[in-house]
């Protein structure tokens, strides 16, 4: 080492530059009248404050008016419900679908914001949130991990499920014992964080499927 040209002591190596927080888009699956989710959205938002880690966006299915019948010329009108949620779901780095059970599945609404888009989803992870009556919503989410398989996405193991949901929220929407579920959600999202900085330190080397 030449002690003339060492000037570490002097100009110390800056602090490595802490990562952008990730973007996570919630996603409301229900849009029927009279629905129960949004108090589910506003539990599962609850569990966001606090993380600087994460930069949520909701991206509620009742708000876009989505067809069920794809077309890769929408009209003028359904390229208007489009622009509601497509540009979020296109800046997310990875996604927590909030998802109902309907005769053992999820909601129809649910799956056409899923089949309007296709990019949107490759190489991201998705994390679920269900509730429904006996089953908490587990038989739609397992439906949902063969779907987003389809689309390059990738589930994470642990989810958030509540069975007989309404019995658990009181009337201001405060769940009633929610030491269990906030602690299934710290996982579920811890798991969620670590496959989003994965897979954007992956594809920031390399783009997807290239
Ligand atoms: C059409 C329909 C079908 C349902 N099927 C099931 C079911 O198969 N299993 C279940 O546990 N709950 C079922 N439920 C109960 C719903 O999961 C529960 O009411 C939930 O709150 C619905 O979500 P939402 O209020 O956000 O629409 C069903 C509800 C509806 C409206």
Known sequence: MNPT????????APAPKEP????????????REG???PVVADWLLGRFR?????????VDTADAGLPTA?????SPEVAAELAKVTPKLA????FVVLTPEYNHSFPASLKALIDWHFEEWRAKPVGFVSYGGVSGGLRAVEQLRQ????????????????????????DEGRHKDPAAPDAAAKVMLDQLVWW???????????PYGS
Not at 5 to 12: H, K, L, N, R, V
Not at 20 to 31: C, D, Q, T
Not at 91 to 94: G, L, R, S, T
């Open 196 to 206: 989003a900085s994965a897979l954007r330190a992956a594809k920031a080397v390399r």
């Open 50 to 58: 606090g993380r600087d880690d994460l930069d949520v966006e909701v």
């Open 5 to 12: 040209t060492d000037d570490s002591a002097f100009f110390p």
């Open 20 to 31: 952008a927080p990730l973007k996570v888009a919630v996603i409301v699956g229900s849009n």
């Open 91 to 94: 800046a997310a780095d990875a």
């Open 147 to 170: 779907v987003f398989a389809e689309l390059h996405a990738v589930t994470v193991r642990d989810t958030v499920s509540f069975h007989n949901a309404g019995a658990f929220f009181d």
């Open 35 to 37: 629905r129960f989710g």
């Open 70 to 74: 794809l077309s890769y010329s929408p």
